[in-house]
């Protein structure tokens, strides 16, 4: 049963200058695009009771309340389901706001990055620090009781002075959530071809991320490496669902989506999408690729893996198939024993990239 949903939306203003995502300024084609779209949905979605539906891209909020209830209208779900959409701070207003949660939408994520208005622009970013608080008002006014705001680290001339500073502000705006990103250079992007130049080291970056567990941490739960929420309430259903390796679909140009031991991923290609919005390419993955995924997405989880559901999963014993591995990783304090498996420490989660690799083919 399949009852998590992602729906791409790839419009934006302007491409950040960090962004590798699929999105590009063609909100003019939204209609024929959302026609596609719903195409794609009729055809897969089984009308199961969905637990979570996520909008993503992009910028979901360059689209109104009546695009985006068109697109809920294909779907069957509760007041419980979990219902996210991203936005950007920039031109919202209350009455958008008021508008998004009367069609069902109880969750927002907002791209914040950071709150200094030079940062923003180097970055790309179309909002400015003062939207960002306009916004977060107009949140709390319209009665939104869940949010979660991103954050970036990593970023030119930042330095952990100015990193603490951020977080300080964000815990006083006092979200729901918040993600924490570190500054990737992707290939294709803007700083692929006009790198910062004066980017914080790696050994930086990763004091930037222990200072902002260990302020986050005072008051929220970190459960997951890059992710933090109040209590267990504000926790992010959906993107739980990808790291416990449960099915879900992924509607939308780019987007991928997950059945049992099938993969698939959309087109990237907008002509392509809406010539064909039902073509998918899928991968079959073994029983080994299904292990390494369960090991890989969830020790990003900080509760670690429960070696008695993944054994039982996939009849198999998990710590005698990896054991070497393992105690090499419980020796030298990178990971420790739970109630029911293993977890990463700290400093676990800091050398994650080649803990990792030991047990998939990097």
Same mark, same amino acid.
């Given at each position: 049963?399949?009852?998590?949903? *992602? ?34 949905? =009729? ?10 539906? *996520? ?8 689209? !109104?309340? #009546? ?5 809920? !209208? ?86 952990? !002075? ?64 890059? $992710? ?33 031991? =099938?993969? *698939? ?48 999963? *996939?009849?198999? $014993? ?18 420790? #024993? ?25």
């Amino acid at each position: 049963m399949i009852n998590h949903v *992602y729906i791409h939306i790839p419009f934006c203003e302007k491409k950040c200058n960090y962004c590798s995502f699929c999105s590009f300024n063609l909100i003019k084609k939204k209609d024929i695009y959302l026609e596609a779209l719903i195409k794609e949905i =009729k055809y897969y979605y089984n009308n199961v009771t969905l637990k979570t539906i *996520y909008f993503g891209g992009g910028t979901p909020s360059l689209l !109104d309340s #009546k695009d985006i209830k068109k697109i809920l !209208d294909c779907f069957s779900f509760t007041p419980d389901t979990e219902i996210t959409l991203e936005l950007n701070p920039h031109n919202i207003t209350k009455e958008k706001l008021e508008n998004y949660k009367k069609i069902g939408i109880n969750r927002l994520s907002i791209g914040v990055q950071n709150f200094n208005n030079e940062t923003l622009k180097e970055l790309g970013r179309t909002h400015n620090k003062n939207e960002i608080y306009k916004t977060i008002n107009y949140i709390k006014e319209t009665g939104f009781d869940n949010f979660s705001i991103d954050l970036m680290y990593g970023l030119n001339n930042q330095t952990l !002075d100015n990193w603490q500073k951020t977080l300080d502000v964000a815990i006083k705006i006092n979200p729901n959530h918040i993600s924490l990103y570190g500054l990737k250079i992707e290939d294709g992007t803007y700083f692929s071809k006009y790198l910062p130049k004066n980017l914080p080291s790696q050994d930086m970056q990763a004091q930037m991320y222990k200072a902002a567990i260990e302020k986050l941490s005072k008051n929220y739960l970190h459960y997951e490496f890059s $992710n933090f929420a109040k209590d267990e309430n504000s926790i992010s259903k959906h993107n739980c669902c990808y790291w416990k390796c449960k099915n879900y679909f992924g509607f939308g140009l780019s987007a991928s989506g997950y059945m049992e031991n =099938k993969r *698939y991923t959309n087109t990237f290609n907008f002509s392509e999408y809406i010539k064909n919005p039902l073509k998918k390419e899928f991968e079959i993955l073994t029983k080994e690729n299904q292990i390494e995924e369960e090991i890989f997405l969830g020790l990003r989880l900080l509760e670690g893996i429960n070696f008695n559901k993944i054994n039982k999963k *996939y009849d198999i $014993n998990i710590y005698e198939k990896y054991k070497k591995e393992f105690n090499k990783y419980l020796d030298n304090k990178l990971m420790q #024993k739970t109630q029911n498996g293993v977890k990463l420490t700290t400093k676990g989660i800091l050398l994650s990239n080649e803990i990792l690799c030991d047990f998939i083919n990097c």
